[in-house]
């Protein structure tokens, strides 16, 4: 029998659940709680499904079955009704999905995934270009020329680095968009046929090798914090990227092996590095040792230990020495790649040192020696040739200041 507003309202809750059948596999289910929901019972391809219609009383009978018979017209048209639901509901949620939404999902997946620095980085675009730029805007209504118009305000403060960083990180969003069923199109692809020329290749400034006698000597004599110091001549012993030294835990060190194992994480290509550590290396570290040994990095920061020095104490001190424009922490690196390069040392040691990838990149994929032993001997000798021009200048000499 057909059911009847009478016998829907006087429906009393049991300690079960418990149906009251229409036609045409409408029915009410009543919960113990008291609460009346309609269900639409139905078959697709062969497999028995339920659709909720709504609740009682908000949903009448007349307006639970008129949803019924527009769920039986998509049946007899080939749809799943339960199915159409899904699609609608996520077209209004796409609709409404603002470009922060979408950013702040991209970013909340992918950051786990970085490095520390990839993160941070990220999450400084986005909060300082992108959102502020188009993150109120619903994301389907973003097109090409939007994005055009936001990257080159990137491109007229001439952080081109930045602008190629943003095209990137914007191709990806769209792409996590397209993934999640929010937009259709990717509007951020080909952004780089329309980039801002590059500028001309600047190479990081370095001294000679005939220089280096002077600015290490200025280390001494110049009014800067003993940790900076021991961090200048590490970077000039060990060639490493300055915020791989920075960052760097105790843990990571084996002093007795005189070997420091960068993990992976921490590397810009993503591969573990071992550097060889030449005895003035290994003695600058161990007094090092006394200052901070007690705090998880070596490089602990001034005001809070549980953090690494600042990016910038590096290059700040040597423009108190007199080398803005001449040498930057990054500079040590060339340095030693130039003066080895001239004494004829064997190119893959020294790129290895370098923690460089092979430009051939079939050869790089398959080229997984590590070359340790080689490039002991040859950073030793790069370290004691290092005294030599010093004229005798013991470089390992650490003046701490109170």
């Given at each position: ?137 619903p994301v389907k209504a973003i097109t090409r020329p939007d994005l055009v118009e936001l990257v080159r305000k990137v491109e007229a403060r001439g952080t081109l680095n930045a602008a190629g960083k943003i095209r990137q990180w914007l191709h990806q969003i769209f792409r996590f968009g397209l993934a999640s069923g929010v937009v259709e199109t990717n509007p951020a692809t080909d952004l780089d046929v329309v980039a801002a020329p590059p500028k001309a290749t600047r190479h990081h400034p370095h001294v000679a090798f005939a220089e280096l006698p002077e600015l290490l000597g200025k280390i001494d004599t110049t009014n800067i914090n003993t940790l900076t110091r021991c961090a200048i001549r590490l970077l000039v012993l060990t060639a490493v ?162």
């Amino acid at each position: 029998m057909a059911l009847s507003d009478t016998t829907i309202r006087t429906a009393k809750p049991k300690e079960k659940i418990y149906r009251l059948t229409d036609a045409n596999g409408l029915c009410l289910e009543v919960a113990p709680t008291g609460s009346k929901l309609w269900r639409y019972r139905y078959r697709f391809d062969g497999k028995a499904k339920m659709l909720a219609l709504g609740t009682y009383p908000a949903v009448t009978l007349q307006k639970a079955r008129q949803k019924r018979d527009e769920a039986r017209q998509l049946l007899t048209e080939g749809t799943d009704p339960g199915e159409q639901r899904k699609a609608a509901r996520q077209a209004q949620r796409a609709d409404g999905v603002t470009f922060e939404t979408l950013a702040r999902e991209w970013y909340a997946y992918n950051a786990p995934r970085w490095a520390e620095s990839t993160a941070y980085k990220a999450k400084l675009y986005l909060e300082n270009d992108l959102i502020p730029g188009i993150g109120a805007r619903p994301v389907k209504a973003i097109t090409r020329p939007d994005l055009v118009e936001l990257v080159r305000k990137v491109e007229a403060r001439g952080t081109l680095n930045a602008a190629g960083k943003i095209r990137q990180w914007l191709h990806q969003i769209f792409r996590f968009g397209l993934a999640s069923g929010v937009v259709e199109t990717n509007p951020a692809t080909d952004l780089d046929v329309v980039a801002a020329p590059p500028k001309a290749t600047r190479h990081h400034p370095h001294v000679a090798f005939a220089e280096l006698p002077e600015l290490l000597g200025k280390i001494d004599t110049t009014n800067i914090n003993t940790l900076t110091r021991c961090a200048i001549r590490l970077l000039v012993l060990t060639a490493v990227r300055p915020g791989e030294l920075r960052q760097a835990p105790w843990s990571e060190f084996d002093l007795d092996g005189a070997t420091w194992t960068i993990p992976k994480a921490r590397m810009k290509a993503r591969r573990p590095h071992v550097v060889p550590l030449p005895r003035q290396a290994v003695a600058i570290l161990r007094q090092l040792k006394e200052i901070t040994g007690d705090y998880p990095l070596v490089f602990a920061g001034q005001q809070n230990p549980d953090r690494p020095m600042s990016e910038n104490t590096i290059n700040k001190a040597l423009r108190l020495m007199g080398y803005e424009g001449r040498q930057t922490g990054h500079g040590f690196r060339h340095l030693l790649s130039t003066e080895l390069n001239g004494r004829g040392y064997n190119r893959d040691w020294i790129e290895r040192q370098l923690a460089h990838g092979d430009n051939d990149e079939i050869r790089d994929t398959y080229n997984h020696a590590t070359y340790l032993e080689q490039r002991r001997e040859m950073m030793q000798a790069w370290a004691d040739s290092t005294d030599a021009q010093c004229g005798g200048a013991n470089v390992v000499s650490i003046k701490r200041k109170a």
